[in-house]
């Protein structure tokens, strides 16, 4: 089993909708959560940390379920120009030091 | 500020040549990460360094080296590559466990 699991997509939503993604993580040591974006052939980008108490960063919120093991992030009245994969990534705490994990991504491309 | 650069951006090699990807950091970070990107297949850690002379295996090491002489580059060595390691790779620096921060990624094709 991967340890961090995402639906690949893509989401094809119309310009305005709301889309949630969800991303469930296997290891229950994993300490830190986040979202990035990555753009066709570029670097990934943090896009935003996820804190069990929820947090928004104007159109986009991010959540964490400890108990589910799962992280989700939703984009309300999406733009032509949030079109891109958005990753999810947990850090796993080992005694060799902190790794970042990512899962697959999830491609959105948002349509006129 | 630069932040982390990586050379070359695009290379191609024969199978069997060797190679060394050079990551460069100027943010002061302890650590720092090789990744690989395949399609499907998300980011895979190759290797990783918590600090100048130490390295340790990530996710998929076969095939690879590294070495972290100084503390702002993290090298990573191709001895004999081959067609399966056509990817694009991605270094990243961070302090501590926050602050990711990547460089713009190699592309590598091995025919």
């Known amino acids: 089993r991967k340890e961090v699991e995402q639906d690949p997509g893509p989401f094809n939503v119309p310009e305005g909708a709301t889309v949630a993604f969800n991303c469930t993580y296997s290891?229950?040591?994993?300490?830190?959560f986040f979202w990035y974006r990555q753009d066709c052939r570029k670097e990934p980008k943090l896009l935003m940390s996820?804190?069990?108490s929820g947090n928004e960063d104007g159109r986009f919120t991010a959540q964490l379920n400890r108990a589910s093991q799962y992280i989700s992030l939703l984009i309300r009245d999406s733009k032509l120009s949030d079109s891109a994969t958005y990753l999810c990534?947990?850090?796993?705490?080992?005694?060799?030091?902190?790794?970042?994990?990512f899962g697959t991504g999830t491609q959105l491309k948002v349509e006129l | 500020n630069a932040g982390v650069t990586q050379t070359p951006k695009f290379r191609v090699l024969k199978t069997g040549q060797s190679m060394t990807l050079l990551c460069a950091q100027d943010?002061?970070?302890?650590?720092m990460y090789w990744y690989r990107q395949d399609p499907g297949m998300g980011l895979r850690l190759i290797h990783y360094?918590?600090?100048?002379?130490?390295?340790a295996k990530g996710e998929v090491p076969d095939g690879y080296n590294v070495s972290r002489l100084k503390k702002q580059n993290f090298l990573l060595g191709l001895e004999s590559a081959a067609p399966s390691q056509t990817s694009v790779y991605f270094c990243?620096?961070?302090?501590?466990?926050?602050?990711?921060?990547f460089g713009s990624g190699t592309r590598l094709t091995v025919v």
């Open positions: 990243a620096s961070s302090f501590q466990i926050y602050g990711y921060t």
């Open positions: 290891n229950s040591a994993s300490q830190s």
């Open positions: 996820v804190y069990s």
């Open positions: 990534a947990v850090i796993i705490l080992t005694g060799g030091g902190n790794k970042l994990t």
């Open positions: 943010m002061n970070h302890e650590y």
């Open positions: 360094s918590v600090g100048e002379g130490t390295t």
